[in-house]
């Protein structure tokens, strides 16, 4: 703010004439999106916190339980793969409120406005920021979960509890541990365009991720475990153990299935209020 | 081309629009004035599609605002100058609405120069001063050459300079045939950029008629006088078409004569005349008269939370 000033004497008073064809594609609103996630700084930092957490706690619980190891019957039921990549739980925390802040951010600023007078059929713009979201988070995740998986295994392969990339299951772990981050992103922004608030949306992103499970707690026994299959993370990480326990969890594909559903059942319902309400 | 007709919007119990019927045409600036709360933004976000009516219609350039398929071609719009991410700067701002409608690159480069950005460009628009902002506004306005532009507030925050350029700027687009709409809650301000005025008041249509006019109809010229023979002299005036008044400080304030006519029949009468001037009718005086019972009853109801951007300016 230097050099600016109101007076700067050369400014023309006439706007050059534009007469281009245009028109409004989905093509063309993922662009834009595109734009704008690169320059939201926000966006940035959520996405490196997430490999962070991804990385970090994933290394830290695999050397904790290289130290102390499983014995006699607990042998059986552990599940190196996801010890290594434990940090999924936290990185949740870090797309989801990405999810929230894409589109909270703008109803907060008022530029939600703006791009609605540009784009006034209104859903392109949220289908463009559910594209990139997922893209990114995966693109992030994957490469993270990876490499992380292949740390916590020779760090556990010390005990011989390791697994490698090639066993049964282990593949499908990995790449769901991705794809449960960029579904609970989806979330994220659904619960945030419903919301239209940053801290509702967080709320209620942690209420279904986190608070549900809680609540099913207090269940009886088996009551407890066979509502709590359906909740959303409960649901969702099924496809993020090489053995999920049928008494508490769904089948790792089915699960998955489950969790999408939810992420869709909030979109849509997004999506109706975006479309019809005023912006 | 806006055309809007019996437009109405309620928020729950409170009516922001009661029936409004106006047309904004091409090739002038149309003032939009009314005290603040009076629904102006309210009408304009209706304008943009951005509220949906409660009933009543609006079509810009011949079709609802939503249903244009390149709707910057169509319509420009600026409600509130902040509405920018802080961090993101005023180029990729700019950039990131014209990919929206495929307008290319090299037209952001060229409304930021002719806004007078270019320096600042590259800066976070969270920084910008108001005056700033409102260019930045304008520039995001104008990115697809709009045949019709709505701007809420354009000059507010505008150093002279700034406003000077506005007006020009405005003129001109009208002089190549838009439909330019432009709101404010100050007559004065309006008196020198538009040339049509609608007004309005708790939501209610008040007047649609020329600038010229509405300043004409709504405070008639009046003649202060003060001579040697101030009794003499409203006597000698006194006439069915004339109404003589006396102000506090002792002079008269005659209304229905010119001055010329005022000065040559005290001169006739032998009258001095000591002080005589042509009162400019206020046009802020006006506007109030015209408006006072809005402003009244606007302080005995609720705003909407939601519209308090248009309280604030």
Redesign the interface.
């Known amino acids: 703010?230097t050099?600016?000033t109101?007076?700067?004497g050369?400014?023309?008073?006439?706007?050059?004439?534009?007469?281009?064809?245009?028109?409004?594609?989905q093509a063309?609103?993922l662009?834009?999106?595109w734009?704008?996630l690169r320059?939201?700084?926000?966006a940035g930092w959520a996405l490196l916190s997430a490999v962070v957490l991804i990385i970090g706690f994933g290394i830290l619980y695999s050397l904790l339980r290289e130290a102390r190891p499983p014995h006699g019957a607990a042998i059986k039921a552990f599940d190196p793969a996801s010890v290594s990549l434990s940090g999924v739980q936290l990185a949740q925390i870090a797309v989801g409120v990405l999810g929230v802040l894409l589109i909270t951010?703008?109803y907060a600023?008022?530029?939600i406005?703006?791009?609605?007078?540009?784009?006034?059929?209104r859903l392109p713009v949220l289908w463009g920021k559910a594209v990139l979201l997922v893209v990114a988070t995966v693109a992030v995740s994957l490469p993270a979960a990876l490499v992380t998986f292949l740390a916590g295994q020779s760090i556990l392969g010390r005990q011989h509890l390791a697994m490698s990339l090639s066993h049964p299951g282990v593949a499908r772990v990995v790449l769901g541990s991705a794809l449960y981050l960029a579904v609970a992103a989806l979330l994220g922004l659904g619960l945030g365009a419903l919301l239209r608030s940053t801290a509702g949306g967080i709320s209620a992103l942690f209420g279904l991720l986190f608070a549900v499970q809680i609540a099913a707690g207090f269940l009886p026994g088996s009551l407890s475990s066979e509502v709590g299959k359906f909740l959303p993370a409960t649901a969702g990480q099924a496809v993020t153990s090489i053995h999920p326990d049928p008494a508490s969890s769904l089948a790792p594909w089915t699960g998955f299935g489950v969790f999408c559903l939810y992420a869709a059942v909030v979109l849509a319902l997004a999506a109706q209020r975006m479309r019809?309400?005023?912006? | 081309m806006i055309e809007i007709h019996a437009l109405t919007k309620r928020y729950g119990a409170t009516t922001a629009v009661s029936d409004l019927t106006f047309t904004v045409r091409p090739g002038t600036v149309t003032g939009f004035l009314g005290p603040n709360g009076a629904g102006k933004t309210t009408t304009m976000?209706m304008i943009?599609?951005?509220?949906?009516p409660t009933s009543g219609s609006v079509t810009v350039n011949g079709r609802p605002?939503?249903?244009?398929?390149?709707?910057?071609?169509e319509?420009g719009?600026m409600?509130?100058p902040?509405?920018?991410?802080?961090?993101?700067?005023a180029y990729?701002h700019l950039?990131?609405?014209?990919?929206?409608?495929?307008?290319?690159r090299s037209?952001v480069d060229?409304?930021i120069?002719?806004?007078?950005l270019r320096?600042?460009a590259g800066r976070g628009a969270g920084?910008f001063?108001l005056?700033?902002s409102q260019r930045l506004g304008i520039a995001?306005a104008?990115?697809?050459?709009p045949a019709t532009v709505v701007l809420d507030e354009p000059v507010n925050g505008?150093?002279v300079?700034?406003i000077r350029?506005i007006r020009?700027?405005l003129a001109?687009?009208a002089a190549?045939g838009k439909t330019v709409f432009v709101s404010s809650h100050l007559m004065s301000e309006i008196a020198q950029t538009a040339t049509h005025l609608i007004v309005i008041g708790r939501g209610r249509l008040i007047a649609d008629t020329s600038v010229a006019e509405f300043i004409a109809a709504a405070a008639p010229a009046a003649v202060r006088v003060r001579s040697s023979n101030q009794d003499a002299l409203a006597g000698l005036l006194s006439s069915p078409d004339v109404t003589v008044a006396a102000a506090g400080d002792g002079a008269l304030i005659v209304s229905g004569l010119s001055a010329g006519q005022v000065g040559a029949a005290a001169s006739a009468a032998g009258i001095t005349v000591l002080e005589l001037a042509a009162e400019q009718a206020s046009l802020e005086d006006a506007f109030v008269d015209l408006t006072q019972d809005a402003v009244e009853f606007r302080t005995t109801t609720g705003d909407r939370p939601g519209h308090m951007?248009e309280e604030t300016k």
């Open positions: 703010m050099t600016w109101e007076n700067q050369r400014i023309p008073v006439t706007v050059p004439a534009y007469s281009q064809p245009q028109r409004v594609t063309r609103v662009r834009s999106e734009t704008k320059t939201q700084p926000s951010s703008e600023s008022g530029l406005r703006a791009s609605f007078a540009a784009v006034p059929r019809r309400g005023d912006a | 976000r943009l599609g951005l509220d949906q605002p939503r249903m244009h398929t390149a709707p910057l071609r319509l719009g409600l509130d902040r509405a920018v991410h802080p961090s993101r700067s990729h950039l990131a609405l014209a990919q929206t409608n495929g307008i290319r037209r060229e409304v120069d002719a806004v007078g320096e600042v920084k001063s005056g700033m995001a104008l990115l697809g050459d505008l150093d300079e700034g350029w020009v700027l001109d687009l190549r951007n």
